[in-house]
């Protein structure tokens, strides 16, 4: 027994000193109650776009019922049918509602008053969330105006709601678009999370800091191999949702692929940043876990941006995995183009840029 209890201190001792394998086993189950307490699965403010054509009392009374739930948010007006449908394929509203000309009028004649709602089925929490919000104002300013008339028995509106991008919810066009951003996480930054730390366990790690290379050079030059590894990925799965899965691709294939090597050169360069700072194989996968977990959680594809508390929103727009998730799921599900996606894209430069500075720093006091 003597033998047992210094065993038992010997490895109590070791786990103690790996600070990192301690922290990461603790922070991982309290980070995930916390995330799943506080967030309200139901997606909330939902980004609506209106084309209001009667523009009278009536209409804007049935607009401030809409902004009046907590569940759409009118975050802008246009003028015309296209732009509506512009709007939601831009990823700049989910929502949309068209009230006609005639509303007002035929509300006073005691005709059935018509309105277009168009919701964006891109994302199937937020169309099911939107759908239901809006069909339930249009019910209730229904009723409410079915009960002011006298002796009418037929409903006073006629709410006509319409899914754009995958009508009939087919759970693979809604899942894959955003899983791809999702599985090259996963494999662009394990990858690349091993590059300089590879070199430092097998003692090779010197021989780059004799090279006449700059920091810049040698993070680049790191980096393009696990790029072109990753493009073989991507062009995989996108070939098996087509093929396998038959997913329509409504946008531009090669606008897609060369969106993803933005995203990709902000995966590998956070990596490459892991790389420079861990000591082993093992504290590298365990920082690498440490941006995948808020990256599958905290980008849109588990839970809906809106229904995370604001300090979470902050965190999700720095996470590059939220910003390819938009690209990839407008440009496939919704054919959008590059001046409807510029805002994302802008997005993840501005993150590549800084994570190859950090990175080549880090190589830089690495190897001095």
Do not use: C
């Not at 040698?218 to 996108?238: D, H, Q």
């Not at 920082?287 to 300090?311: C, D, E, H, N, T």
């Amino acid at each position: 027994m003597n033998g047992f209890w210094a065993v038992i201190r010997k490895e109590l001792k070791q786990m103690l000193r790996d600070r990192g394998t301690v922290f990461f086993a603790l922070a991982v189950p309290v980070f995930e109650l916390i995330l799943f307490g506080v967030i309200d699965m139901n997606a909330k403010h939902i980004p609506t776009a209106v084309f209001d054509q009667s523009r009278t009392q009536e209409s804007r009374l049935l607009i401030q019922r809409f902004q009046a739930t907590s569940y759409l948010d009118v975050a802008r007006y246009v003028g015309s049918r296209d732009q509506l449908t512009r709007e939601i394929i831009a990823g700049r509203a989910q929502a949309a509602v068209e009230i006609p000309p005639d509303y007002a009028r035929n509300l006073s004649l005691g005709r059935p008053a018509t309105v277009l709602v168009m919701i964006d089925g891109s994302d199937s929490s937020v169309a099911t969330q939107a759908l239901t919000a809006a069909n339930g104002v249009l019910l209730q300013e229904a009723v409410r105006k079915l009960l002011e008339s006298s002796g009418k028995r037929e409903l006073p509106l006629d709410a006509r709601p319409t899914m754009l991008f995958n009508p009939d919810m087919r759970s693979a066009n809604l899942l894959i678009p955003g899983l791809i951003a999702i599985l090259l996480t996963f494999s662009g930054t394990i990858l690349s999370a091993f590059a300089i730390v590879k070199e430092r366990e097998r003692g090779t790690l010197e021989q780059l800091m004799v090279t006449p290379v700059s920091p810049l050079a040698v993070v680049v030059g790191k980096i393009l191999p696990y790029m072109g590894l990753a493009y073989i990925e991507l062009v995989i799965v996108l070939f098996l949702m087509r093929v396998i899965f038959q997913v329509p691709i409504y946008g531009s294939l090669l606008l897609l692929m060369s969106l993803a090597s933005v995203y990709l050169l902000a995966l590998l360069s956070f990596g490459l940043l892991i790389s420079s700072r861990a000591n082993s194989q093992m504290e590298a996968m365990q920082q690498a876990m440490g941006i995948m977990l808020p990256s599958i959680l905290l980008s849109g594809y588990v839970f809906p941006i809106g229904s995370l508390p604001r300090p979470l929103q902050i965190v999700s727009s720095l996470l590059p995995a939220t910003h390819f998730i938009k690209i990839s799921r407008a440009i496939i599900i919704r054919g959008a183009t590059f001046t409807d996606l510029w805002p994302n894209v802008a997005a993840l430069l501005a993150i590549s840029t800084v994570l190859i500075a950090l990175s080549a720093r880090a190589f830089q006091k690495t190897v001095s």
